[in-house]
């Protein structure tokens, strides 16, 4: 299709805009014409098991996941966890020959950043990130989708599906996280939290930011055009749209809204950081909030 001429302009379309339309890379494009020869197995011990049996192995764990979208980090992890001692290099080396690898296309730069610090916390509670998505759904159309999410263990400590995408239902999944994280609801509860989000209209408005100061947080806007600045609310929508949204359907906002809380348990019980020793973000939780036993 590349060499295809242009009855316009008389010059061929070219890989770069037949890939631009079809949306996939080009890199996929050179790799399918030109397979790369793999290198000679390193010399050393073969381990547990042959690569044959170990791709049985990778091939049943990403089976077994309740995820999509696990690269092989992920992978070695839960290999390990099985009892299986393996590399990560081989890991990737029989993915990528098996192509079980997850898609992943990086974005193009765009100069220097604005934001070129860290985001992650070092204790639960310290910083929230917060931001919205969308769906639309077979007889309601549209829904708005909040979330809020932990800087530290990147748990979801909130998560909402609604109509419109006002200031009001923006504030839910921050009302959730200060009912569970600290027990209630009231003034100055949620002392020293700082809430990151982005220039929305929803979050800039008055009664978004009066609730954040009544609660005790402090807001936290990113840098403008610098999603990097809430990257870890950006990367939970990410994996929500991988495994949720974009591989079931929803006739209703109601129906919507009971997937996400029960996506909302199976993730933060579930999915596995490797940041913290491939724990979950309830364990993280868990571990830097549970009382430390007084010796008698």
């Not at 949306?23 to 010399?43: E, G, L, W």
């Not at 929803?202 to 809430?230: H, I, T």
Request: charged content about 25%; aromatic content about 8%.
């Amino acid at each position: 299709m590349s060499h295809v001429v242009s009855a316009s302009t008389g010059k061929r379309y070219g890989l770069a805009r037949i890939c631009r339309v079809w949306n996939i890379a080009r890199s996929s494009v050179y790799y399918r014409r030109h397979p790369k020869i793999m290198r000679d197995r390193c010399p050393g011990p073969l381990g547990p098991c042959s690569d044959e049996e170990l791709t049985q192995r990778i091939q049943a764990v990403l089976l077994g996941s309740s995820f999509h979208g696990e690269g092989y980090r992920k992978v070695w992890a839960k290999l390990r966890f099985k009892g299986i001692r393996t590399s990560k290099r081989r890991v990737l080396r029989l993915m990528r020959e098996k192509k079980l690898l997850a898609v992943h296309r990086v974005g193009r730069p765009h100069g220097p950043r604005a934001h070129d610090g860290k985001i992650i916390s070092e204790h639960v509670d310290d910083l929230w990130g917060t931001d919205m998505t969308s769906i639309w759904t077979d007889k309601e159309g549209q829904a708005a989708i909040f979330i809020a999410v932990d800087h530290c263990s990147a748990e979801c400590v909130g998560i909402h599906a609604a109509k419109s995408a006002t200031r009001f239902e923006a504030l839910e999944p921050i009302r959730q996280g200060v009912r569970t994280c600290f027990g209630s609801f009231a003034q100055k509860v949620a002392d020293g939290l700082k809430i990151r989000h982005d220039h929305g209209s929803q979050y800039m408005s008055d009664a978004f930011q009066d609730e954040v100061r009544f609660l005790g947080m402090e807001s936290s806007p990113a840098f403008v055009r610098e999603p990097e600045g809430n990257g870890c609310a950006e990367r939970f929508i990410r994996t929500l749209k991988e495994n949720l949204l974009w591989i079931e359907s929803f006739k209703t906002i109601e129906e919507l809204r009971q997937a996400l809380h029960r996506f909302k348990e199976q993730y933060n019980n579930q999915w596995i950081i490797e940041r913290h020793g491939y724990k979950t973000p309830a364990q993280v939780r868990m571990e830097q909030t549970m009382p430390v036993p007084v010796s008698g």
